[in-house]
């Protein structure tokens, strides 16, 4: 297959494993993101990948050609590091030209490429600036810039917009993505924040303590993860602990949950757990003299304007709510409530 | 690196004096008062002397005369001295930073408990005196139990031979003596480094000589720099070394400065001797200092 392939791929740090017999393949033209809490591995991984850490185990391919045992320098990978890395001694234009420089010495085409590439990250006529001189956001673009001039293979970002304010970050975010559609770059990042990843990658990693919990289109992962730490990792989830009673049905204390689907592997009996968004539980005022269904005590609430969040107290356990204004039905805190889950959202996960 | 770190204290002067009581510029005068004169007495005595007619031996006597600083201008073994002391104090200076450089980048990649203990063994070394360190290699490099020793044993010599006196063994030595002062003086800048920054270098096709010639060696310019100066000072000073290690044709100016004083007796050439030298010595550092600090600040 094309593209890049992790085969088996483990790295350890004296004892202890970093990164734990990963395998996974990216296509070409794919935007990939790592996401993962920090101290997972994963920008051990992405290290892994660009040849600066020699796996202990596994292979790299890239076109169906081995190249684990290539150094940095032979991979053509661009890489954009968190430091940014940036050398203070050259100005923007010898730090984009520098991979240009090591090549040919034909100075007049490097200049243009820079420029081209400088119009590229939108800083044009900037390339005579010292890097000292550059703020946050232009000196982001100078790396990007610099990752891209020697026409990589591959681009590798280490959680390159960590160190910029949000709404910058938001908007580097955009053009990253739009940058990266225009090229067709086949792109990894690096993330722990998973607005980023859901907002940027065709395909996300969600990795935890070395290993890939899940791996898939952002959206399928929000609505069918794979396990408890997927389902609260990527969003937030009610987690509650039920058992599982037929097909398509499964009990919460004494009540009775619909759900659409259960996996195989439970059976009737089995202890699960149940994920459920806090946007798929429809809170409706209890009517009096009412009975059955699931109810519960509100126990406090913010509203954000649009969306009104609740935390709702059934039986001891709380569940956490999210309902549009325009559906609120004016409840306060310490109103009683029912709760109502939708069954095609509601995920049965193992215990 | 430094350029930011310049931009954050191009008001220090400002910060300091806002640290200090009202009138507290004053506090700052009077080491000044102290330093300054012990300075300029012995400076302006020994320029005094220089002046005075040969053959005088207290300083203050002897008139006015520029007797001692023409002499020395036709004087071939003085003129001969300073150039190769010079020479040697360059060699001696290029030669530490070249085993310094590299010593110094793989003591920064080292954990920090053993860059502790590196660092620590270097600074006592510095304690050593001059005179038992030149000791102790006249003694590594005699017939009878030095290095030759080693050499026969490896069969690259025939029979074990004094590998002293001579030039290479004056410059040893003087590398040895500057070693510590040249690895203390690049570890600071050095260790400051992102390792990243040769890291990117790698991933834009840079071999990692390339890359540690290219973004390693310019961003330690100014230590370089400073490390060459101090090494260069050290060396040329150097008296005990060359007296014991060397013939006389490595003799420094030091020495023939403190024959012409204390054998010969003549205090107004050796002190035109000194001045004549210390006036060759500044123009080099200043040339040294002008190349280095030449360009953006890195």
């Known amino acids: 297959m094309p593209g890049l392939e992790v085969q088996g791929v483990a790295k350890t740090f004296g004892k202890t494993p970093v990164v734990d017999h990963v395998s996974f393949q990216v296509a070409h033209g794919d935007f990939v993101c790592f996401l993962g809490p920090s101290g997972c591995g994963k920008t051990t991984l992405l290290r892994l990948i660009a040849g600066l850490e020699i796996p202990s185990a596994g292979r790299i391919v890239l076109d169906d050609i081995d190249i684990t045992a290539r150094a940095p320098c032979e991979r053509s990978f661009g890489m954009v590091f968190q430091s940014l890395a940036l050398f203070p001694h050259l100005n923007v234009e ?102 980023e990843a859901m907002t940027l990658a065709d395909t996300v990693l969600v990795i935890a303590h070395g290993r890939i919990e899940q791996m898939g289109a952002p959206l399928d992962i929000y609505r069918n993860p794979a396990n408890k730490f997927v389902a609260t990792f990527i969003g937030s989830s009610n987690l509650i ?32 757990t149940l994920s459920v968004r806090p946007e798929n539980i429809l809170v409706n005022r209890l009517a009096s003299g009412h009975s059955g269904g699931l109810s519960g005590t509100i126990t406090f609430i913010r509203d954000f304007g649009s969306t009104i969040e609740a935390r709702i107290d059934c039986g001891g356990r709380e569940i956490i709510t999210v309902s549009p204004s325009a559906q609120w039905d004016g409840m306060q805190a310490s109103d009683r409530v029912g709760l109502q889950f939708a069954a095609d959202a509601c995920r049965v996960l193992p215990p | ?26 506090l700052l005068i009077w080491p000044a008062c102290v330093i300054v004169p012990f300075f300029v007495v012995p400076f302006v005595l020994l ?20 007797q001692n600083y023409t002499g ?45 203990v590196w660092l620590v063994f270097l600074l006592t070394t510095l304690s050593l005196s001059e005179v038992l360190i030149t000791f102790a290699w006249q003694v590594m490099l005699a017939k009878r139990i030095g290095f030759s020793n080693v050499l026969v044993w490896l069969h690259l010599l025939p029979e074990p031979e004094s590998l002293s006196p001579n030039l290479w063994a004056v410059v040893a030595c003087l590398v040895y003596l500057v070693i510590p002062f040249s690895v203390l003086l690049l570890f600071p800048g050095m260790s400051r480094i992102d390792p990243q920054l040769a890291e990117a270098a790698q991933t834009m096709g840079a071999s990692p000589m390339r890359a540690f010639f290219s973004v390693i060696v310019p961003l330690m310019r100014r230590p370089i720099v400073t490390c060459l100066l101090m090494s ?54 200043g040339i040294l200092l002008t190349l280095g600090g030449r360009g953006r600040p890195t």
């Not at chain 1, 034909?106 to 939108?122: G, P, Q, S, Y």
């Open chain 2, 72 to 116: 020395l201008a036709g004087d071939r073994a003085f003129l001969g001295s300073v150039g190769f002391s010079l020479v040697l104090a360059a060699g001696v200076a290029v030669t530490s930073l070249c085993l310094c450089f590299p010593f110094t980048f793989w003591i920064t990649r080292m954990s920090r408990r053993a860059q502790v």
């Open chain 1, 241 to 272: 602990e039920v058992e599982v009673t037929g097909a398509d049905r499964v009990r919460f204390g004494d009540h009775t949950i619909e759900v659409a689907s259960i996996p195989a592997a439970a059976l009737p009996g089995a202890a699960a």
């Open chain 1, 94 to 195: 010898d730090n984009v030209g520098y991979s240009l420089r090591l090549r040919d010495g034909n100075r007049r085409a490097r200049r243009e490429r820079v420029e081209e590439l400088l119009e590229l990250v939108r800083l044009p006529g900037m390339a005579k600036r010292a890097v000292s001189q550059l703020s946050g956001g232009q000196r982001q673009r100078v790396a990007i810039a610099r990752a891209l001039a020697q026409e990589p293979r591959i681009l590798l970002m280490d959680e390159p917009f960590s160190a910029l304010d949000a709404k910058l970050r938001e908007e580097m975010q955009v053009e990253i993505r739009q940058l990266q559609q225009k090229l067709k770059i086949t792109t990894i990042l690096v993330t722990h924040d998973q607005r």
């Open chain 2, 1 to 26: 690196m430094s350029s930011i770190d310049n931009a954050e204290f191009a008001d220090a002067p400002e910060r300091a004096r806002r640290l200090l009581p009202p009138g507290g510029s004053l």
């Open chain 2, 232 to 285: 260069f000072i050290v060396a040329i000073g150097s008296y005990v070394a060359p007296l014991v290690l060397g013939r006389p044709e490595q003799w420094t100016v030091a020495i023939l400065i403190s024959r012409a004083a204390l054998d010969a007796g003549n205090l107004p050439l050796a002190t035109a001797m000194s001045v004549a030298f210390l006036a060759a010595t500044a123009l080099v550092c």
């Open chain 2, 47 to 66: 320029l005094r002397a220089s002046l005075a007619r040969p053959g005088f031996g207290a300083l203050g006597e002897g008139g006015f005369d520029l």
